[in-house]
């Protein structure tokens, strides 16, 4: 049986549900702000088993990057406090920010690994790249964004280039006359 706890405070509010793995779930939630739970339909595999399997990932990323290695391990950690609740439904609680940038729908696309990069970052990672993550603080980064990508497409003398993991022109810079691949 489910956790009762966790059914009395999912009971109190109403919830949309869709499955993380459903492709369509993240138009559902565009430009809506407000809380969130992830929640445990259906368990799979045992955590330890789980964490059995995870094994040879992590020694394979300790032997490549040690650094990799730890910061798996610990984004890994969560699992494990999966075993204290072996009956919990309830996996993660959340809210979304409130300007348009940071709705459910981006949460949600975050949470499901969405961003585009994230696994070619990953695979770079694994083995044994050192990548780093600059800012720039600024009030208008689109308009930022879109002079960088100018910038590089310049630097590089090349028409329409973009950095490597880039798909898409931001779409401020397809209105302003940039040129199309
Ligand atoms: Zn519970």
Redesign the pocket.
Known sequence: M?????QR?LGRVKWNCVEFTDENAPEQMRNKTGVYAIVIRKRGLQIDTIRERLKPLLEHCNTISPEGGRFLQRRLCPLDRIRQ?P????LYIGRSGTSPDRTLHHRFKELSGGHPIWPALWALLYHGWKLEFCWHECPDPSTMECTLMRRFCREHNASPMKPALNTNWPPKCRRNDLPTE
Request: charged share 10%; hydrophobic share 35%.
């Open positions: 489910p956790c009762a706890n966790c405070v609740h009956k919990c439904v309830i």
